[in-house]
């Protein structure tokens, strides 16, 4: 399929490596924040969301971390795999308003 | 299975034609969505959907336009009046409420020739 992820910022780790994933987000009113993965050709799937009134949350191999001072989140990916190349958005969103996405960041996994 | 079916997953068009894309959910979900993505680009929103018979522009609705005449389908046109139609496109659904994920079919490629 054709690449969504060109010209976006690029990460390339290794398989086995932790791999995190930065975003900035725009709205500092936002209080619920999402990750999602894209494969290439692909819808975007969920992968791991979190509240403003939290600052971290765990799922299998990700982690989320939300620092609002900054307005930063980040996505850590442990133990990286080939399966785990793709382009990853961030999302924000506050109460009842639409979903606002990032422009991405593609991650290569190099086995 | 449940889930959000897009289709088709190419379409050609020629200048000047008008294209309906379909999207269909059976997930229950009030709130639907169209967004557009083209490459190194994040995905900009073109219309929403949050009841049946109820739709609100997004950021580029320009050369677009949508119905919701049911709960499960949001079908989006795109017109003769959209300068670039070339794009990759999304639709999405999802519960209204706030801290709510929205779930993507698997897009539809629009190419004009």
């Known amino acids: 399929g054709e690449s969504v992820g060109l010209h976006l910022p690029t990460l390339s780790v290794?398989?086995?490596?932790?791999?995190?994933?930065?975003?900035?987000?725009?709205?500092?009113?936002?209080?619920?924040?999402?990750?999602?993965?894209?494969?290439?050709?692909?819808?975007?799937?969920?992968?791991?969301?979190?509240?403003?009134?939290?600052?971290?949350?765990?799922?299998?191999?990700?982690?989320?971390?939300?620092?609002?001072?900054?307005?930063?989140?980040s996505l850590q990916?442990?133990?990286?795999?080939?399966?785990?190349?793709?382009?990853?958005?961030?999302?924000?969103?506050?109460?009842?308003?639409?979903?606002?996405?990032?422009?991405?960041?593609?991650?290569?996994?190099?086995? | 299975d449940g889930g959000i079916t897009q289709s088709p997953k190419y379409l050609f068009r020629k200048e000047g034609q008008n294209v309906t894309l379909s999207c269909e959910q059976n997930l229950n979900h009030d709130a639907m969505?169209?967004?557009?993505?083209?490459?190194?680009?994040?995905?900009?929103?073109?219309?929403?959907?949050?009841?049946v018979n109820d739709f609100q522009k997004g950021d580029i609705a320009e050369g677009y336009s949508v119905s919701r005449e049911k709960k499960e389908s949001?079908?989006?046109?795109?017109?003769?009046?959209?300068?670039?139609?070339?794009?990759?496109y999304l639709c999405a659904s999802s519960r209204t409420g706030g801290n709510t994920e929205a779930f993507f079919g698997q897009g539809t490629r629009l190419t004009v020739v």
């Open chain 1, 14 to 73: 290794q398989e086995g490596d932790n791999s995190i994933i930065n975003c900035a987000y725009s709205n500092s009113a936002s209080d619920y924040f999402i990750w999602y993965k894209q494969e290439s050709g692909k819808g975007p799937q969920f992968i791991i969301d979190i509240r403003s009134n939290m600052d971290k949350r765990q799922g299998q191999r990700v982690t989320v971390l939300l620092n609002k001072t900054v307005k930063h989140l």
């Open chain 1, 77 to 111: 990916i442990a133990a990286t795999q080939p399966g785990d190349s793709a382009v990853y958005f961030c999302a924000e969103k506050y109460q009842y308003s639409t979903l606002t996405f990032g422009k991405g960041t593609m991650l290569l996994v190099s086995p």
């Open chain 2, 33 to 51: 969505y169209w967004y557009r993505q083209d490459p190194g680009q994040g995905l900009r929103l073109i219309y929403y959907s949050q009841i």
């Open chain 2, 74 to 88: 949001f079908p989006l046109t795109v017109t003769s009046a959209q300068k670039n139609p070339t794009a990759f």
